[in-house]
């Protein structure tokens, strides 16, 4: 049994829409609704944020507030790093934006360096953009280019001012551990929303994405099987799930929804089955933004996903 930390990152410095920084509280907030005594067995422990640079002017605009970034990633790497080096806790980060999820990869990989680290993203968004193809400049749709490694100058958009560049390049270095992943030692779930760009890597990477139809022709407990082989050969597991995997419908509180998603039992049953593999070491969750919500409603699903995780990692069901 491992008993568990929670982490409280309240950035959204790279996200396009405000909000996302209250998604914790939010969860809370469902967790008192039901009654439920989690927070209060459950201490949190809040990192430090950056979001004060979106009071700020930023003439950056192909890496907004990157230099915030890369001052989270240090607050991030300092609080993890001592934690995940002990195998008898699992840390759980509830995040902001998703930017952010690469400081989380990154700190594994320096408290684990020798170790092969696999990835499993569950969004609606591949999160695989670079400065270089942005089409936006928000930082939360390029964590995986960070821990990749990767330009794409092949499909590039953008010319770079020389700030920019020097900042994204100190994030790809970040740790000394260039890149922290490798393409084959990453599984998307539910990714349904691409650009060109990114569709350009995943198709020459033969990044194995599992989309919801399949999920839903095969079943859960099929896919996990599945996913958990092609990972086969890492040492550790991180699960990354940003909310709007789930369809709209049900989770109208996150700032870039995609039709077509998953629905609260379909993802809870997925990650129950995925975190019963002893590799997967850390947990994160991310983009719930209440100010874009129906009655906390897409909180109070995050919390019972929550819940059923926590249970599963400490072996309470």
Request: glycine share 6%; charged share 30%.
């Given at each position: ?186 599984v998307y779930v539910a990714v349904r929303d691409t650009e060109p760009q990114e569709d350009y890597l995943i ?115």
């Open positions: 049994m491992k008993k568990i930390k929670i982490y409280e990152v309240k950035s959204e410095i790279g996200a396009g829409t405000r909000g996302a920084s209250l998604g914790s509280e939010a969860i809370k907030i469902a967790a008192l609704d039901f009654g439920s005594t989690f927070f209060k067995k459950n201490r949190t422990i809040e990192i430090p944020n950056e979001n004060r640079l979106l009071m700020e002017p930023d003439k950056h605009f192909d890496a907004k507030r990157i230099n915030g970034l890369h001052k989270m990633f240090t607050k991030i790497a300092a609080e993890l790093v001592p934690v995940l080096k002990n195998e008898k806790v699992f840390p759980i980060i509830l995040g902001g934006d998703h930017s952010t999820a690469a400081a989380t990869i990154t700190a594994i990989k320096m408290a684990h360096p020798k170790k092969r680290l696999g990835v499993i993203w569950i969004d609606a968004h591949a999160d695989i953009h670079s400065p270089y193809t942005t089409p936006s400049g928000n930082m939360h749709g390029m964590p995986l280019s960070i821990v990749l490694a990767e330009d794409n100058q092949e499909k590039k958009l953008n010319k770079l001012d020389d700030y920019t560049v020097q900042w994204w390049e100190k994030l790809k270095d970040f740790g000394g551990i260039t890149p922290k992943i490798q393409y084959q030692d990453l198709k020459r990477h033969k990044i194995k994405s599992y989309s919801v139809t399949e999920l839903r022709k095969k079943g859960v407990d099929r896919i996990a099987h599945e996913i958990l082989n092609q990972l086969e050969d890492c040492d550790l597991i991180y699960i990354s799930f940003d909310i709007d995997c789930l369809d709209p419908t049900i989770s109208k509180g996150t700032g870039t929804r995609a039709p077509g998603g998953l629905d609260e039992r379909e993802a809870g049953n997925l990650l129950l089955r995925l975190v019963r593999d002893s590799k997967v070491c850390c947990f994160e969750m991310v983009e719930i933004n209440p100010t874009l919500d129906d009655e906390n409603r897409t909180a109070e699903h995050a919390f019972e996903i929550l819940s059923k995780v926590t249970n599963q990692i400490t072996h309470e069901l």
